[in-house]
């Protein structure tokens, strides 16, 4: 196995999860997403939950969306983070994180200022089914 076993490997699981995706979007599962960056990406992978916490302990707000990118720049226009923060520029998302969305609590949800999404604000830790790289 070499360099382009591994890609060939990542392809077919990027596909497959697009595959998944969609079929359970046709089945009607209730998922949800939360785009972030390497480090945040990398802490998911070894919980397996989306922190509300900051990486001092102190607790977060943590925003999520129903919209679904599979690219960085499509996430940043949309959700403005990232370069499009409106109090950054901050680092740009890596990672889409999917969750189950009735699993959790929200205390808002609404438009993004000056973006085309949609967020969702909730405090608490939630549980990932999948964290997957976006496309540059």
Avoid: C
Avoid at 29 to 36: K, S
Avoid at 89 to 113: C, D, K, L, Q, S
């Amino acid at each position: 196995a070499g360099a382009a076993t591994d890609v060939l490997i990542s392809g077919a699981g990027w596909a497959l999860g697009m595959v998944r995706e969609a079929w359970q979007q046709a089945q009607g599962a209730d998922v949800a997403y939360r785009y972030v960056g390497e480090s945040e990406a990398e802490l998911i992978k070894r919980t397996g939950r989306i922190p509300n916490v900051d990486k001092w302990g102190k607790p977060k707000p943590v925003f999520t969306t129903t919209n679904y990118y599979e690219t960085v720049e499509e996430a940043e226009a949309g959700l403005k983070i990232g370069r499009q923060h409106p109090e950054g520029p901050f680092e740009p998302p890596t990672h889409r994180v999917t969750y189950n969305r009735n699993a959790v609590r929200y205390r808002y949800a609404g438009n993004v200022e000056g973006g085309t999404g949609i967020e969702m604000i909730t405090d608490q830790s939630i549980p990932a089914l999948r964290v997957e790289p976006l496309r540059r």
